[in-house]
């Protein structure tokens, strides 16, 4: 693929008034949100008259009841997705705002309504619930009904359930939507160029990639200085939402605060564990890549914000529409049925990059319910760190597109998988880059990509796991200052980094820019990524290995996801056991396989 040094045209603004034209102000989202609050009546009052006991007589009332509850989750589902993606492209949308906050209450409702059937569902016998799963209308989600009888177990009783939920959507979320207004409004001075202008956190981070390493750490420096500015409401917003948790885990009888997370990722806190014990022994491998890059960049200390330093064509520039276009390209010679997808996505304007003040930082790609569309937000701003983030989106896209004729009970993968099918393509794109290309310095430039990702899944990630794990510990016994979850963050990153971040360079406001620690959806939002990464690095090399022979089996793993615990995804599509230390080695071992040729590049360039 050609870049330029040059600037580039802008990245393109998404295309929401498909969905809801109006934006906030939309009068067709207004009566999606009229009717889904009638729905959700209409369910109330159908729980009301369901028969206590499943008999033959009463299987259709419960199928009724369940179907309808799977149709307003989709539908509750969109208010929510719509409304964040018109948050993050406005942080100042107020009605927004507004928008989003009532979307949770109708989660709320919702989800007393599935605490209602858990209930329900335990009063049957194991022969009177297989009777109803016996029901053809049912037939796609049984997997989902069985997990929600094992989980409503482990449950309190609804009524406390219930008044959790109603507690939860001016309490336990609301924090949620606060710190995201909080990282939304911090603005910073930036100077570059002799240029100054007020950025925003998500601009800031781009410029952490900078070749010049005194921009990146002039931004690394505006970073901790805007966030400082917000530092004890962040920790306090942490405290709380923490709190909220351990009081409900400590009813409901959980012992670990990461119950939850396994929960929703379908997988074994065996399987988490094997993965980390591997990568604690094997993460001093990356040291010959580290000690070559710090050579490559002139410098005798490796300081956070050299992390995302570029090597190689450092200066080179890629127009959105031809990274679009390479990632296509790339994706055809595996997979037509993939490649059309992401092409399809681009035409139709399914993608916010363009690089401006005023929005979210970070990204992400959201479905939109009975639309069997999605959208991915980022900012591009050219690299082709940008290029990869804009493949990742699109192979989370092209996940959801595979399961979008599946019943939403059955589309819903957990969170261990969910980065697979991102992986995967960006993992395609940057080796097909590779493969392209003869000109040394392009070559270190994607091996750097490569292992750079190695690097964040081992330290990064594994940093933000030890820190909750410390963090949660500690709030067990009460509030946890600020001063104290820096050290805690200091502490986390001493251990993940294993001695391959210089002590000078650690990022104490880590816990609190971080965005993932206050998502009050999904508790311990840090191991699926690495999980994913080195799961999704199997699955690609099984692609290599097969070629696009391949590609059919990889949509029936896709497939899968939604319907299957991870351990029994891998073991159907893989063969392979991830409770067992074996994949995981292997998995790691492919991960750095590339330190020795960018060494011996690093030293001939």
Request: charged fraction near 25%; hydrophobic fraction near 40%.
């Amino acid at each position: 693929m050609s870049a330029t040094p040059q600037k580039i045209p802008p990245a393109p603004q998404w295309d929401l008034d498909s969905i809801f034209p109006g934006g906030s102000g939309s009068k067709e989202f207004q009566t999606h949100r009229e009717k889904t609050k009638a729905d959700l009546d209409t369910a109330k009052t159908m729980l009301k008259g369901l028969p206590e006991k499943i008999t033959g007589d009463s299987i259709p009332a419960w199928t009724d009841f369940i179907l309808t509850l799977q149709n307003l989750d989709e539908n509750i589902d969109l208010v929510r997705a719509f409304s964040n993606c018109l948050t993050s492209q406005n942080v100042d949308d107020a009605e927004a705002q507004a928008i989003e906050a009532k979307g949770d209450l109708y989660h709320s409702q919702w989800q007393k309504l599935r605490t209602e059937l858990e209930a329900c569902s335990l009063k049957q016998s194991d022969e009177q619930w297989a009777m109803l799963l016996s029901e053809p209308r049912l037939k796609e989600i049984t997997f989902y009904l069985n997990e929600l009888r094992v989980i409503a177990r482990s449950k309190m009783a609804p009524e406390l359930e219930s008044l959790a939920l109603d507690l939860a959507v001016s309490g336990y979320h609301a924090w949620n939507r606060l710190y995201d207004k909080m990282a939304g409004d911090i603005k910073v001075d930036f100077t570059q160029d002799g240029k100054t202008e007020k950025v925003s956190m998500g601009q800031v981070a781009t410029k952490m990639a900078d070749p010049d390493r005194a921009v990146r750490r002039h931004a690394f420096e505006k970073m901790i200085e805007g966030w400082e500015t917000q530092a004890n409401l962040a920790g306090m917003t942490l405290n709380a939402l923490s709190g909220f948790r351990l009081a409900l885990y400590d009813q409901r009888g959980w012992e670990s605060p990461q119950h939850e997370a396994l929960v929703i990722g379908r997988v074994k806190q065996e399987t988490v564990d094997a993965m980390w014990s591997v990568i604690r022994r094997m993460t001093g491998r990356l040291e010959p890549y580290i000690a070559a890059k710090m050579k490559l960049l002139g410098i005798d200390k490796f300081r956070w914000y050299d992390e995302f330093a570029p090597c190689g064509k450092a200066d080179a520039l890629y127009g959105f529409e031809e990274a679009g276009g390479f990632i296509v390209k790339q994706a055809a010679a595996f997979s037509t049925h993939m490649a059309d997808f992401m092409k399809m996505a681009l035409a139709k304007r399914w993608v916010e990059a363009e690089d401006r003040s005023g929005k979210r930082g970070g990204g992400f790609c959201t479905n939109m319910g009975s639309f069997k569309q999605w959208r991915i937000f980022m900012t591009y701003a050219g690299t082709f760190d940008n290029l990869l983030t804009l493949a990742h989106e699109l192979g989370h896209a092209y996940h959801g597109w595979v399961l979008k004729d599946k019943p939403p009970f059955a589309a819903g993968y957990p969170m261990s998988l969910a980065e697979t099918a991102s992986i995967f393509a960006e993992t395609l794109v940057i080796d097909a880059a590779l493969e392209q290309t003869t000109d040394p310095q392009q070559r270190l430039m994607l091996l750097e990509q490569k292992l750079q990702a190695a690097y964040v899944k081992f330290t990064d990630i594994h940093c933000r796991y030890l820190f909750e794990k410390n963090f949660y510990r500690e709030r067990k016994e009460g509030v946890v200052p600020k001063e104290r979850l820096d050290e805690l963050m200091v502490d986390a990153q001493k251990r993940a980094f294993a001695g391959l971040l210089d002590e000078s360079g650690y990022h104490p406001l880590f816990w609190c820019s971080k965005l993932h620690f206050y998502i009050s959806d999904v508790p311990f939002y840090n191991f699926p990524y690495t999980f994913g990464y080195l799961f999704a690095g199997g699955v690609y090399d099984r692609a290599r290995k097969e070629g696009s022979s391949f590609a059919d089996k990889y949509r029936a793993l896709l497939a899968d996801t939604g319907s299957m615990t991870t351990e029994d995804v891998a073991r159907k599509h893989l063969g392979v056991d991830l409770t067992a230390e074996d994949f995981w080695v292997d998995a790691v071992t492919r991960a750095v396989a590339d330190v020795d040729e960018f060494v011996k590049l690093a030293e001939s360039v």
